[in-house]
């Protein structure tokens, strides 16, 4: 079955613009998980939605935001970009929300570049 | 003390020797412990998931954890240079607030 997909995968914004990343998860998946990984900071959780709804969220600004939709299709907003949110930006589908028992699988990733 | 916890390496084996990666967790509580490979630009990729006290193997890889002495290991039997990457030990959060954990990985060079 088709994997998990993230569009775009490159985008290169200005600081002060805002970016809104999408995903979409392993069919029958119904929990993403977003996380911004950058050189020597690794894996920093965002949030991870469920049914639609945020069960868990990251210590991130609140520059960083999401949704998720029926279909379970997720996607991430940020808004007043800074040079430091320039970072590669992955997304994780799991068949149930928490990570207990729960393998996740990425997607390839957004490559953002703030300039 | 960081909730989970690996050697940055580089660790560097020569072709066809065993590779050893580590990894330390601080929540007892712990149920769930995930490999993940990442080769360099491209997302984490997950190798094996380990849930019980023990080994668990699936071809030349290996996962043992030991939740007495709160660690988990990742062993490669017959390294190849193509298993040169960052190897990503990545563990549950207890209690009601569970999400997983991720350590900072482990380079990996396999030298021909």
Redo the contacts between chains.
């Keep these: 079955k088709a994997g998990v997909t993230q569009t775009p995968r490159y985008l290169i914004k200005t600081r002060g613009q805002q970016v809104t990343l999408s995903c979409s998860p392993i069919s029958g998946h119904r929990s993403v998980s977003w996380y911004q990984q950058t050189p020597g900071q690794g894996l920093q959780f965002l949030f991870e939605y469920f049914s639609e709804t945020q069960r868990n969220k990251g210590n991130f600004p609140g520059r960083f935001s999401g949704r998720q939709f029926s279909n379970s299709r997720s996607e991430m907003n940020v808004s007043t970009l800074e040079l430091g949110d320039s970072a590669l930006y992955l997304c994780a589908s799991s068949f149930r929300p928490g990570g207990t028992y729960n393998e996740q699988f990425f997607g390839p990733g957004t490559r953002l570049t703030v300039l | 003390q960081k909730e989970v916890e690996q050697n940055s390496g580089p660790l560097s084996v020569p072709e066809g020797a065993i590779a050893s990666l580590n990894c330390t967790y601080s929540d007892r509580g712990s149920?769930?412990f995930?490999w993940?490979r990442q080769y360099s630009g491209?997302?984490?990729?997950?190798i094996m998931?380990i849930?019980s006290n023990g080994d668990k193997e699936d071809g030349r890889f290996t996962a043992q954890l030991n939740k007495a002495s709160q660690y988990v290991s990742l062993l490669i039997r017959d390294s190849q240079p193509s298993d040169s990457a960052t190897y990503?030990c990545?563990v549950?959060?207890?209690g009601n607030?569970?999400?997983?954990i991720?350590?900072?990985?482990t380079s990996l060079a396999v030298n021909p």
């Design positions: 149920q769930s995930f993940y491209k997302s984490p990729e997950l998931s849930y990503l990545a549950n959060k207890a607030n569970r999400k997983l991720w350590g900072l990985g």
